[in-house]
């Protein structure tokens, strides 16, 4: 009796049932890691600026406070918001490591949420930044003195607030480059 088995062209053939579904890459232990080291950036920044009051005596007292400027301010706010988001989403990170099923569009959540973010971390940094360099240099143009030679320890906390800040923001593109490369790996080849 002749078989009735059909040779079958493995090269076009589809993988059997027992095969394993193609999982990414799984990187949402480092996108946890990521995220505290966010809210940390974020934290540091918002105390060193808030706490970098400094009063001296010129003809009169003149305190330097953040809440004089309104880049600061605004800087403030900002990194507040982007500790609040990084704390919500390392819940969600850690939530997404316990159950899989829901991790692929939580990725696609995490990088357009990430991106609005980041602009909203650069924009304050380089407007904190902006005002932070004319009073450290002044503007001879417009004839704007410095005022960081009256009151270094003021400048000094705004400086490294921003640097932090500067820090806050590539760990947010690191962030995005991670959720989207996860979510690339997720793609059927």
């Not at 049932?17 to 799984?26: F, I, K, L, R, Y």
């Not at 820090?167 to 059927?188: C, D, E, K, M, N």
């Amino acid at each position: 009796m002749a078989s009735t088995d059909k040779p079958v062209d493995t090269e076009y053939s589809r993988p059997t049932s027992s095969a394993q579904p193609h999982a990414g890459v799984d990187l949402f232990k480092f996108d946890v890691i990521l995220r505290f080291l966010l809210f940390a950036a974020s934290l540091v920044s918002v105390v060193v600026i808030v706490t970098g009051n400094e009063t001296k005596f010129l003809p009169m007292p003149r305190p330097a406070k953040f809440r004089y400027s309104p880049a600061f301010v605004y800087f403030v706010a900002a990194l507040s918001v982007a500790g609040l988001y990084s704390i919500i989403t390392t819940f969600a990170s850690l939530y997404a490591i316990k159950n899989p099923a829901v991790r692929a569009k939580l990725l696609l959540h995490f990088i357009l949420w990430d991106a609005l973010i980041l602009g909203i971390i650069a924009s304050a940094t380089g407007t904190a930044g902006g005002v932070a360099y004319v009073g450290l240099k002044g503007n001879k143009h417009v004839n704007w003195n410095k005022i960081c030679n009256v009151y270094d320890k003021f400048c000094r906390h705004v400086g490294a607030s921003v640097a932090v800040a500067l820090f806050g923001s590539v760990v947010t593109v690191l962030l995005i480059w991670i959720s989207a490369y996860s979510l690339h790996s997720r793609v059927p080849k």
